[in-house]
């Protein structure tokens, strides 16, 4: 069967998703999310993006990003490579780590764009892994709650959506109610 073609252009937004084969875990300890954002760094510098967010689950990934020069393909083939070689051998296993193809939904609208962006920074929460979206430290949340140093993330893509003081308006929106969320959690 012929794979669909993912839409791509310089500048296109996606939110972008995988998953541990069979649902195991990707992360099995904090060496191994290091390890993960290590490799994403370097990819970074091989095929250039925005990341707006991210999100790092026991056996699965979000990310929000703009694509500058390559397509979703080349980036998450280059990052899921290295880090299933990691995997593989520092756990001594062989095959596939990521389950299927990965995820890309392209993001067409800023109302979408904001609610992405919440859904990954509350995917924690509904996973009932904390009470607080900036309590999980292996999401990009903090940047944007604090405005902690994080060399992988551009937050003012997103928080130029709200009014000033925007850090205070982003925190109200990410807080809203679950209710109010309509993607489904991995």
């Keep these: 069967m012929v794979r669909k ?3 791509w252009f310089p500048g296109a937004k996606y939110h972008i998703t995988s998953r541990g084969m069979r649902q195991y875990p990707l992360f099995h300890d904090d060496y191994d999310r290091m390890h993960y954002l290590e490799l994403l760094t370097e990819t970074k510098e091989k095929y ?3 990341l707006l967010a991210y999100c790092l689950m026991s056996n699965h990934i979000h990310f929000q990003l703009e694509l500058i020069e390559a ?3 080349y980036f998450m083939k280059h990052l899921h490579t290295r880090y299933a070689k990691y995997y593989n051998q520092r756990y001594d296993f062989s ?3 990521f389950e299927n193809r990965f995820g890309s939904e392209f993001i067409t609208s800023i109302d979408y764009e904001l609610e992405v962006n ?3 920074h509350r995917n924690p929460v509904k996973a009932n ?3 607080h979206p900036e309590d999980y430290l292996w999401s990009s949340c903090r940047a ?6 994080n060399p992988l993330i551009s937050t003012t893509q ?6 000033e003081p925007p850090t205070k308006y982003y925190i109200e929106y990410t807080n809203q109610s679950d209710s109010n969320d309509t993607m489904e959690v991995l």
């Design 95 to 97: 095959g596939h780590v």
């Design 118 to 120: 919440r859904y990954i």
């Design 5 to 7: 073609s993912r839409v």
């Design 71 to 73: 397509t979703p393909s």
């Design 158 to 163: 997103i928080l130029s959506h709200f009014p």
């Design 129 to 131: 892994l904390v009470k």
């Design 144 to 149: 944007y709650y604090y405005n902690e140093d």
């Design 48 to 50: 250039p993006f925005h």
